[in-house]
């Protein structure tokens, strides 16, 4: 088939998750984006990707981020031309419009990275099975819950020598103020979406600030450093603000986690 000059054709195979995955991590690097493809089977030549990406940028549908010169590599983010394609491929998301005016703020950029590596982590560990983006998330809770649910910054589901489980995910880099704790902790009580929660911090400081303001929130809620859940997974020390402030492994951890049967993401929407 035949396109005219200057025409950039969009593979359903190749193309379209590069440009879901650049969209639901918010931005990644070009190494995070080869590993998640390579770790779904969709690409096995880093050059094949980075021609790939280059073709998007160069159509407008990416661009790269002016942080990246704190990094080895560029760092993408979907635009607003790309969001308008992928709600025309029927790819769309409520909590991310192409309407709207920010698809990333320079400030959390961070904290999107260190999210991409701790997906990468359980999925190179061989423990995940699905996960859900914060804007996934967001997208499915203004849907189906008016926006009411907590907008966990991932969902995972994770498969273990005891079974399936399923629980919430929140990466912690900085201290927020006791004000914001405190509406926190209201949101997380009247949330249905989780029962279990880890949150993996930046350092043993903000773990410790937590492990103050967590308190009295009625779901079952661990803490560990993200650097060390990176590279330990299930033999990660937690600590179970839920019982105690005891501290036990990851492993240990996840029994308290549902089991999980059905792990379609449409199955796990409620009823309507």
């Known amino acids: 088939m035949r396109y005219r000059k200057g025409c950039i054709a ?7 998750p ?36 280059t073709r998007l940028e160069q159509s407008g549908l990416v661009s790269r981020m002016t942080s990246s010169h704190f990094f ?3 760092i993408y983010r979907i635009t607003s031309l790309g969001l308008s394609y992928l709600e025309m ?4 998301l409520v909590s991310l419009p192409s309407t709207g005016r920010h698809v990333l703020h320079e400030t959390q950029l961070f904290h999107a990275l260190e999210l991409v590596e701790i997906r990468l982590a359980l999925r190179e560990g061989g423990l995940l099975q699905s996960w859900q983006t914060e804007l996934e998330l967001a997208s499915r809770n203004l849907v ?3 926006g009411e649910a907590k907008d966990y910054d991932a969902l995972a589901t994770l498969q273990t020598e005891e079974g399936t489980r399923q629980l919430a995910l929140e990466y912690e880099r900085t201290v927020k103020g006791s004000a914001r ?30 492990a103050v ?18 590279r330990d997974l299930l ?6 603000i839920s019982a105690g402030l005891t501290v036990t492994s990851f492993r240990e951890f996840l029994q308290h986690a549902p089991h999980v049967i059905n792990t379609d993401f449409r199955m796990l929407m409620p009823a309507v």
């Open 235 to 240: 033999i990660t020390p937690v600590m179970n």
């Open 144 to 146: 189906f819950y008016g």
């Open 181 to 210: 704790y405190s509406e926190i902790r209201g949101v997380l009580n009247e949330d249905k979406t989780a029962e279990t929660i880890l949150y993996l911090t930046s350092s043993h400081d903000v773990s410790h600030v937590l």
């Open 89 to 92: 491929r029927g790819h769309t």
């Open 213 to 230: 303001e967590m308190r009295g929130v009625k779901k079952t809620i661990g803490v560990a450093l993200s650097e060390d859940f990176r």
């Open 18 to 53: 590069v440009l879901l995955h650049i969209r639901n991590a918010r931005a990644l690097t070009l190494n995070q984006l080869y590993r998640l493809l390579v770790a779904e089977k969709s690409a096995t030549v880093r050059r094949s990707v980075q021609w790939r990406v």
């Open 72 to 74: 080895r590599q560029p």
């Open 10 to 16: 969009i593979s359903d195979e190749q193309d379209l």
